[in-house]
């Protein structure tokens, strides 16, 4: 278990984050979602002892990471899929990695034929794409069996086929009661595999609750009505301030509850074949939630 309390980093007059407080916890997939730019991959770097907070605590399973010796048995983190050296062999690096962390040499063909790579394990590094990097700081993040896993960005430079591994992956390392925890900035890679959500934005916590309770959140909702009658149906529903998008027989109405609705339909002799409250999507809650925090509207600078 994860647990962050009051974690602050400043760089000079500048603080990535301030006062973050939550728990990540075994056997569950946990997304750890912001806009670019929100501070997810300085929290993580705090959470694996590699920058010292400005003040709050971080510890794994009550002690920080740093007191840990042989770090890759309890903790595996993949953090930047280039932050290699381009001139090792995949295997060679993998069994640098072993050698200094205690590790049998055999765990490193588990990991090369897990992540797909046995066949290039003696290939340099450099000459990979950014799919096969990812794979094999994957492997790295599995080698020492840990209980505990991080993740950012895992998915970047992924085919889908790769997308889906990885997601199969994730959920199934939950499975084993571990740990998991995934940085990203796309709810749509967590709407899939996440258990629970932990949303950052400007540094500072946002939400912290489960994938299904998470879309309430967003306050665009609507009501989707199914009628013969539309067009009488959406004049009596703009009269009472609806408003109103029609597309034949389907109204998307915003301003009135389902219940009002069907309340002057009956009323007025109207049938009804769907009538139905439709809430805010995974995304569209998660845009609402952040719209105020991102960094670079509009997409990063070039």
Known sequence: ??????????????????????????????GFLGPNGAGKSTTLRM???????????????GRPFRDRPRGLRRVGSLLDAHD?????????????????????????????????????????IDGFSLGMKQRLGIASALLGDPPVLL??????????????WVREMFRR?????RTVF??????????????????????????????????????????HVATPAATALKDLLT????????EGEQLTVN??????????ARRHGLPLHELSTRSASLEEAFMELTADRVQFPGGEPR
């Open 182 to 223: 995934v940085s990203s900035h796309l709810m749509s890679e967590m709407e899939h595999t996440a258990d629970q959500l932990i949303v950052i934005g400007g540094g500072e916590l946002l939400a912290a609750e489960s994938l299904a309770e998470f879309p309430a959140r967003g306050a665009r909702q609507s009501v």
């Open 1 to 30: 278990m994860i647990e962050v309390n009051e974690l602050t980093k400043r760089y000079g007059g500048t603080t990535a984050v301030k006062n973050l407080t939550f728990t990540v916890r075994p056997g569950q997939v946990t």
């Open 173 to 177: 390392l939950a499975a084993e009661g």
């Open 255 to 264: 301003g009135l509850t389902a219940v009002r609705i069907g309340e002057l």
């Open 151 to 164: 993740f950012d960005e895992p998915l970047n430079g992924l085919d889908p086929e790769g997308v889906k």
């Open 239 to 246: 009269a009472e301030g609806a408003a109103v998008q029609a």
């Open 47 to 61: 959470i694996l002892g590699l920058h010292e907070p400005s003040s709050g605590t971080v510890t794994m399973d």
């Open 84 to 124: 290699v050296h381009g001139g090792r062999r995949a295997a060679a690096h993998l069994s640098a990695l072993a050698r200094s962390n205690r590790i049998p040499r055999r765990r490193v063909d588990e990991v090369l034929q897990e992540v797909g790579l046995a066949e290039v394990a003696r290939r340099r």
